[in-house]
């Protein structure tokens, strides 16, 4: 197996410069230079994502930065000890270690294992010790050689084997009264660093406390179930996760203790207090189960959730799974009206010729504007296709958002409360209050107290019956000739928009897209411009014009960016100028948080400068009557925008205003200057 660090791979005492960005890049220059990664620029753009997510430090003045990149050719380990410490977010303070982990995205078991490995012994002070006294890189990697060769510690994270000895007699007899079983699954995205990390010190702490804690590691090395038994025997459970738990539903009504991974870390103690006080307490949140009696404390635990935050995630939710349904039927129905011409959806065009004609009998009356026989047969077929799949749009929207409440009870009755929105004309908006209905009523008949023996008819049978005999009764009885007429109503609106109207609103939408980027605010407006874009038609394209307003304006700050560093390289630092290199393609793709990066180091400028292109974007397109039938892709999608040449130019023109502001804002206010931010990459080089 290759060597996973080399003297080639150490930096001794350097300064890095001031930010965890600087230090990353340093060790990623390292780990190219040393032949063990293609470029640079992707590890650390990969490095630096993951540190985004989550910081890396730990206590102890340790940081572990660490991802899966396809730049990595070999499992690598490199190391800086820093003369001048960064912080990485530990909560005791800066860092002087630093371990950079890179793996390759299809990196072997034995390696993950051993990157796992050598995480671990960062918590442990006899090893950090030795780390801080080495003279020498060969002195590193001698110790990280000897930490990796010695034989593992019996640990639950490998074996599912119990983790803790018996604690001294003071420790038990201070616990005396404490629940003596917890179990633990931890992980993180990457899976190669906390999620041992915090197994460790989880163990470590439960044997301090006097507790048999044991620990299922869900890392990227492969994990090992905990036994069922031991489950089952468990007082309570701890999450110290940052991903959805695999196999949730083995823990369903123990206590559960839910926190970040890297609090695991930081504070395992605490967290094994807490379990141990969630024992014993019967209103103690738990892990939930739909269909038994636990249920009825899963309701305790949504219910601190903030309802405004709640609501919104399942919004989200519905909408994230109704997207894959626009983005599919969209474009092939854009297809088919390149194929066989706009005509091809009016008077049942597209049905009469796919009953009349096939392959081998192509149709001799086409629309106007088809491409021959050929080309209006095979776009009756696309388009045919692309509205089936929109006809799922509002069922899916409702659907998925009574599966954000309710879980998979909830699905029949969303799609089911979804469907009757459509056959009433109550649109986008019935499928949102439908899904809402159906999520609501189908987690509520889930936390009746209901016999054993029925238990297991309750999430395939009982909920979704009773669920969809009360949401879609509901809404044909009541609710849904209302939202019908509001629905028209919002239709006859946005179709009559013009002029002044309809500039308004692309400049109120450009200014949500320019805002955070990616964030709500962001989100919010994509998802109305999404959720509205299947009631356009060729009749009324004002949701069309909507959706492109919206993608328009999304574009506008990446490319900005891109322009930005190009007319002033001196203005930016050498990282921002490699972003921005990375920005054009991401913001030709409709990738807003192509400019995350530049917000980030400056976002009193960034994003004020971004929401004034936006916002002129979005009132050109609104003005110019763009369209799309695609709710995503931005220029590779060209074939299905409406008035595409004003879409491109649209665009243009508020990337330039935001560039040349961004420019002015940075030469007429107070700016640390670049050359001092250019230093630590300097060293890198």
């Known amino acids: 197996m290759t060597q996973l660090i080399t003297p080639q791979l150490v930096s001794l005492d350097q300064n890095l410069g001031d930010s965890p960005a600087d230090v990353i890049r340093f060790l990623a220059g390292k780990v190219a230079a040393a032949g063990r990664a293609s470029e640079v620029e992707g590890l650390f753009a990969d490095a630096f994502a993951r540190e985004q997510k989550t910081a890396t430090g730990v206590p102890g003045g340790i940081a572990i930065p660490h991802c899966r990149s396809a730049a990595v050719t070999e499992p690598t380990l490199a190391m800086a000890r820093l003369s001048h410490k960064v912080d990485f977010g530990a909560k005791d303070g800066p860092a002087d270690i630093i371990f950079f982990i890179a793996a390759p995205e299809g990196a072997d078991q034995e390696h993950l294992k051993l990157l796992s490995k ?19 890189e060969q002195d590193i990697v001698d110790l990280v050689d000897a930490a990796l060769a010695d034989k593992p510690a019996a640990h639950a994270a490998d074996s599912a084997a119990p983790a803790a000895e018996a604690a001294p ?27 041992y990390m915090a197994a460790d010190s989880l163990v470590a702490a439960g044997k301090e406390a006097g507790v048999d804690l044991q620990v299922e590691t869900q890392g990227s090395g492969g994990f090992t179930a905990l036994d069922p038994a031991v489950i089952a025997a468990a007082d309570a459970v701890i999450f110290a996760v940052d991903v959805d738990v695999r196999g949730k539903e083995r823990f369903a009504g123990k206590p559960v203790i839910n926190a970040p991974v890297k609090r695991g870390i930081d504070e395992p103690a605490k967290m094994v207090q807490e379990a141990i006080a969630a024992a014993s307490d019967p209103h103690a949140h738990r892990v939930p189960h739909f269909g038994a009696e636990e249920n009825a404390e899963h309701a305790a635990e949504a219910a601190s959730e903030h309802f405004g935050t709640k609501v919104k995630k399942v919004l989200l939710t519905g909408v994230s799974y109704m997207i894959p349904f626009v983005a599919g039927g969209g474009l092939l129905i854009a297809l088919g009206f390149l194929l066989g011409g706009y005509e091809i959806a009016l008077g049942g065009t597209a049905d009469k010729i796919l009953g009349a004609n096939n392959l081998l009998n192509l149709p001799t009356e086409i629309p106007a ?6 080309g209006a047969y095979l776009g009756a077929v696309l388009f045919k296709i692309g509205a089936l799949a929109f006809s ?33 004309g109550a649109g986008f908006l019935g499928g949102l209050v439908g899904g809402l209905l159906a999520g609501v009523v189908a987690y509520w008949i889930g936390s009746f107290q209901v016999p054993r023996w029925l238990r297991g008819l309750m999430p395939v049978v009982i909920i979704p019956l009773l669920a969809s005999i009360v949401a879609s009764g509901i809404m044909i009885l009541f609710l849904g000739s209302p939202i019908a007429g509001l629905t028209k109503a919002l239709n006859d609106w946005l179709s009559g928009m013009t002029g002044v109207a309809a500039v308004v609103l692309g400049i109120i939408l450009g200014l949500m897209m320019c805002f955070d980027l990616g964030g709500p605010v962001n989100k919010v407006a994509y998802s109305f411009a999404v959720a509205g874009l299947g009631a356009g038609s060729v009749a009324n394209q004002a949701p069309w014009q909507i959706m492109a307003a919206v993608m328009a304006a999304g574009m506008v700050p990446p490319l900005a960016m891109a322009l930005a560093t190009v007319l002033n390289k001196k203005g930016f630092s050498l990282a921002e100028r490699e972003n921005g290199k990375a920005a054009w393609l991401l913001g030709a793709s409709f990738i807003s948080e192509g400019a995350i990066p530049f917000a980030a180091a400056d976002p009193l400028r960034v994003i004020p400068a971004s929401m004034v292109g936006g916002a002129v974007t979005g009132a050109l397109s609104m003005a110019f009557g763009v369209t799309s039938q695609a709710p995503h892709g931005g220029a590779f999608v060209f074939f299905a925008i409406g008035n595409v040449l004003m879409f491109f130019i649209s665009i243009a023109v508020g990337a330039v205003i935001t560039a040349f502001l961004l420019l002015a804002l940075k030469r007429y206010a107070v700016r640390k200057p670049v050359e001092a931010e250019q230093a630590p990459v300097a060293v890198a080089a």
């Open 118 to 136: 050598l995480a671990r012994s960062l918590i442990k002070k006899d090893f950090t010790a030795a780390l801080r006294a080495a003279t020498t």
């Open 169 to 195: 007699a003071s420790a038990r007899a201070a616990s005396a009264m404490a629940p003596k079983r917890i179990v633990a699954v931890t992980a993180c995205p990457t899976g190669i660093a906390h999620t």
């Open 369 to 374: 504007h088809a491409l021959g026989p050929l």
């Open 392 to 424: 799922f749009l509002v069922p899916a929207l409702a659907g998925y958002i009574a599966f954000g409440i309710a879980d998979r009870p909830g699905i029949a009755p969303g799609f089911t409360a979804g469907a009757v929105a459509v056959f009433m």
